[in-house]
C-alpha cells in the first residue's frame, strides 16, 4: 500500500475534480523551527495529496515550507526525490508499529492486527493516505517503476506471515503465497481507496472501518484450513 501503480494516474487526475484543492501549510511544514529537509515533507506531502504529483512544483513546496530550491535539491536532489522520501519516511514509521506484531504466535491473527494498525495510522493522517492511495507506486526512474524501499519491507512482513502459515500448514496449501499477498493489499487499498472518494463525492461506498475489518476475517477464511474436529 505505497499503493496505487503508475496506472491509476487518470484516476488520480479525474480525482482532482473532487478533491478539495486547499493546501493549508502542516505544523510540519510551517514552523521554521523544524529543521528545513522535515519541513519540506511536510508541505510536499500536504501539496501532492490536493493538488496531485503532477501539478505540484519545487517552488510550491518551498514556498510553503518557508525555504528555497536549493535546499530541496540539497536534501532531495529533485521532486521524484522528495516524493520518495516522503513515502520512505511514513512506511518507516508503519513497519515499526508492526513490529511488535511479529511476537503474534498465528499468522492469520497476525494479519489481521496489521489492519488494525494500518487503518489506525492512516485514519490519523488523511493527507498521507491519499496520497499513497493515488499517488502510491506511480513513481518511475529511467522509465523503470521504482518502488521504495520502506514498501518493500512492509511487503516482507507480510510474506513472513504468510510463509509461516504455509509451513504451520495453516494457509491452504494450493495457495501462492506472493499471490496471497497481492490480493489481500489488493483488497484492502480498494475499500480504503473507494472510502476516501466517498468522502469527497457521492461515491457509493459508505462503511465503517469495522465493517473493513470484517471483510478481512470473512476473506481470511477462505485462505486458511479450517481445524478438524
Not at 513515502?87 to 511488535?100: D, G, K, M, V, Y
Not at 509451513?167 to 503465497?177: D, F, I, Y
Request: charged fraction near 20%; proline fraction near 3%.
Amino acid at each position: 500500500m505505497a499503493f496505487a501503480s503508475s496506472s491509476t494516474t487518470t484516476t488520480r487526475n479525474a480525482t482532482l475534480l473532487i478533491v478539495s484543492t486547499s493546501s493549508a501549510p502542516t505544523p510540519e511544514s510551517s514552523d521554521l523551527s523544524i529543521p528545513p529537509a522535515k519541513r519540506i515533507l511536510g508541505a510536499a506531502k500536504s501539496l501532492f495529496a490536493t493538488k496531485g504529483y503532477e501539478l505540484t512544483t519545487t517552488a510550491m513546496i518551498a514556498r510553503q515550507a518557508g525555504t528555497s530550491e536549493s535546499q530541496i535539491i540539497k536534501y532531495y536532489e529533485n521532486k521524484e526525490g522528495v516524493l520518495v522520501a516522503v513515502f520512505n519516511e511514513a512506511w518507516s514509521r508503519i513497519t515499526q508499529q508492526l513490529e511488535p506484531l511479529r511476537s503474534i504466535v498465528l499468522g492469520a491473527d497476525r494479519l489481521e492486527a496489521m489492519v488494525g494498525v494500518m487503518l489506525n495510522f492512516f485514519r490519523a493522517d488523511p493527507a498521507l493516505q491519499e496520497l499513497m492511495l493515488f499517488e502510491g507506486r506511480r513513481l518511475r526512474r529511467e522509465g523503470d517503476l521504482l518502488l521504495t524501499s520502506g514498501y518493500l519491507s512492509f511487503v516482507r512482513i507480510v510474506d513472513e506471515a504468510l510463509r509461516e502459515m504455509h509451513s504451520a500448514g495453516q494457509l491452504r496449501p494450493e495457495l501462492n503465497v506472493e499471490a496471497t499477498r497481492s490480493a489481500l493489499i489488493g483488497m484492502f487499498e480498494g475499500m480504503l481507496r473507494d472510502q476516501t472518494l466517498a468522502a469527497r463525492s457521492s461515491y457509493p461506498a459508505q462503511y465503517s472501518l469495522e465493517a473493513m475489518h470484517v471483510i478481512f476475517r470473512t476473506a481470511m477464511q477462505a485462505f486458511v484450513v479450517r481445524a478438524t474436529q
